[in-house]
């Protein structure tokens, strides 16, 4: 049985101070990792927080971060047009896709403008298998983001059972998010895909955040999809002050 990485907390002021100190995390491991194998690949969040995070990428000085190396995946998508304003794969092509010497071939987004989410999800499972050949061995890391319910990537928790998650067989789903959610259809890794990362690095901010924070956290509440994802090697979290008040005791 393989240990399950205790989280770490990083607890910053606020967003800026998150995302600058994520951004140090990660520029790290990538630099690290890179001396002694030739790729890294990350898969990206979505939503609204990692957006500094991306920009503060995208600012860091020419070398720092070898984009000839790096392969960019998305852990969910909204199953609309690439340039539609919700698309994940829109928020990081304008905060960073645009502004770094990626080469195309190395950025994967999810397949949105295929005919259906299940073609879709049927399509990445397929990008995903073309670049891991173990699903228990998949990113070197994945950022993810919490929503105040719990989510994480595309995975709601009334969405089919936490066992059901934990044990799914499929790489990427096709699923439809709560109506309190904008956008309905959805494309997901799973909790398997997603745990088979090295890394898994949470970004949350705001208050709005600090119950489901607390379920996580310090309940490890199963029936919350964040508190899902056990990565292979590190599992981080980068909280503001307004969602993580002060550290437990
Ligand atoms: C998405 C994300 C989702 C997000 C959380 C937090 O597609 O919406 O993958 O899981 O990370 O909903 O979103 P915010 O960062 O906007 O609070």
């Known amino acids: 049985m393989s240990?399950?990485?205790s989280p770490t907390v990083n607890r910053c002021p606020d967003l800026a101070a998150l995302s600058r100190a994520a951004a140090r995390d990660l520029?790290?491991?990538?630099?690290e990792t890179l001396r002694t194998q030739d790729r890294y690949t990350l898969a990206l969040a979505g939503g609204s927080t990692p957006e500094r995070l991306y920009a503060l990428l995208a600012a860091?000085?020419?070398?720092?971060?070898?984009?000839?190396q790096i392969h960019l995946f998305w852990g969910d998508e909204r199953f609309v047009p690439a340039d539609h304003p919700k698309s994940n794969t829109r928020m990081a092509t304008d905060t960073l896709l645009e502004a770094v010497p990626i080469p195309d071939h190395?950025?994967?987004?999810?397949?949105?403008?295929?005919?259906?989410?299940?073609?879709?999800?049927?399509?990445?499972?397929?990008?995903?298998q073309e670049h891991f050949a173990d699903r228990s061995r998949t990113f070197d890391t994945v950022l993810l983001g919490?929503?105040?319910?719990?989510?994480?990537?595309?995975?709601?928790?009334?969405?089919?059972t936490a066992?059901?998650?934990r044990s799914d067989d499929a790489w990427v789903r096709a699923v439809t998010a709560?109506?309190?959610?904008?956008?309905?259809?959805r494309l997901t890794c799973t909790i398997p895909t997603l745990s088979g990362a090295r890394r898994a690095v949470f970004l949350v901010a705001g208050e709005e955040k600090r119950a489901a924070l607390t379920q996580v956290?310090?309940?490890?509440?199963?029936?919350l999809p964040a508190a899902q994802i056990r990565p292979r090697d590190t599992l981080l979290w980068f909280v503001d002050a307004a969602a993580r008040p002060s550290s437990p005791e």
């Open 163 to 165: 066992e059901a998650r």
């Open 60 to 68: 860091e000085e020419e070398g720092a971060l070898p984009w000839s």
């Open 178 to 185: 709560p109506p309190r959610h904008e956008i309905s259809p």
């Open 217 to 223: 956290l310090d309940h490890a509440d199963p029936s």
């Open 146 to 160: 919490l929503g105040s319910d719990g989510h994480t990537a595309s995975l709601f928790p009334e969405t089919g």
């Open 27 to 31: 520029t790290t491991d990538i630099q």
């Open 3 to 5: 240990s399950v990485p």
């Open 106 to 128: 190395q950025v994967h987004p999810m397949p949105t403008h295929l005919a259906s989410p299940d073609a879709a999800a049927a399509a990445y499972t397929e990008t995903l």
